[in-house]
């Protein structure tokens, strides 16, 4: 087992109550903000609604018809099954069957169908904007554990400010990828940048493109799972992917994998003490808790390291 200084038990590993509370709280305040678009629509929705004496003549407004589609239980995915004509055949059945299950009520059944639906869309949205503070958290860790060996990386971002890959001297640190050679999408992986014999002479600098890096098992220094969101009741699904995801790769490179690590928000007590077997057995290198700073720094520091 590689003694850990900040992890010597699986209680080590447990978010404490208290972080949990406060995860839920912001990302309740989170979770107002991104909703007020959705109410806002809906207003504009019901102000339309109500100038209507039935859902036939709703087909006139244009503004509002991806509303009304929204409202009926179609998805972005169902509307392309229909054509023009044939989506605003099927719009209005379904419209129709609400104003009759509704009565005088079917104008703001429309409005809280739409909001139903648009909730749905809330949580992937939010489950979303976890996993990118996650990685945000994580990622700050690297360029502080580089800051502090005085080392200066290169950063590439998205246009959305998102870190891609961190690349420093021989190494390069990627995020949310997926190699041919494991076939699925890994958080974070370590590799071991080697310079190009072909252009070695002209440019002392210049390494091999990271694609060939990706297909190449030997330069895989470490792959790892960083899962974000705090909730309890989604804590052991999300190590159930994170783990099914380490073992593909240790299958994958043929009992000779790169150093492999696990990071999360919510971990509970069954869930750290498999983390924790697993460490004491060497099928993990390493662990933090995300809301734990020292743990997180500790890890970083490794990673940093190989």
Request: proline residues 4%; glycine residues 6%; contains cysteine.
């Amino acid at each position: 087992m590689l003694e850990l200084k900040y992890v010597q038990s699986p209680k080590d590993l447990v978010t404490p109550i208290d972080i949990t509370q406060f995860g839920f709280l912001q990302q309740a305040l989170r979770k107002t903000k991104e909703a007020s678009p959705y109410v806002d629509q809906a207003k504009r929705l019901l102000n339309k609604l109500l100038v209507v004496h039935a859902p036939q003549e709703l087909l006139d407004f244009p503004e509002i018809r991806a509303d009304l589609v929204t409202a009926a239980g179609f998805s972005d995915k169902a509307t392309n099954y229909f054509t023009a004509s044939q989506l605003e055949e099927a719009l209005l059945k379904v419209l129709k069957e609400i104003e009759h299950k509704a009565g005088s009520d079917w104008r703001a059944e429309i409005a809280y169908r739409f909001l139903l639906t648009r909730g749905d869309t809330l949580g992937g949205v939010m489950r979303n904007i976890m996993g990118a503070e996650a990685k945000v958290k994580f990622t700050d860790a690297i360029l502080a554990a580089l800051h502090d060996r005085n080392i200066k990386p290169a950063v590439s971002r998205t246009g959305a400010e998102k870190v891609q890959q961190i690349s420093w001297a021989g190494r390069v640190l990627l995020f949310d990828k997926t190699p041919k050679i494991i076939g699925k999408n890994i958080d974070a992986i370590l590799l071991k940048q080697q310079h190009d014999t072909h252009t070695l002479l002209t440019n002392s600098e210049s390494y091999l493109p990271v694609a060939n890096l990706l297909g190449n098992k030997d330069s895989y220094l470490a792959c790892g799972e960083v899962k974000g969101g705090i909730d309890p009741a989604g804590a052991d699904e999300h190590w159930k992917t994170a783990s099914g995801a380490l073992s593909r790769i240790r299958e994958k490179f043929q009992g000779k994998p790169p150093k492999l690590f696990f990071v999360g928000a919510a971990i509970e007590n069954s869930m750290a003490a498999e983390i924790f077997n697993y460490l004491q057995s060497g099928v993990l290198n390493h662990a933090a808790n995300l809301n734990r700073p020292q743990q997180l720094s500790d890890l970083a520091s490794w990673l940093v390291s190989l």
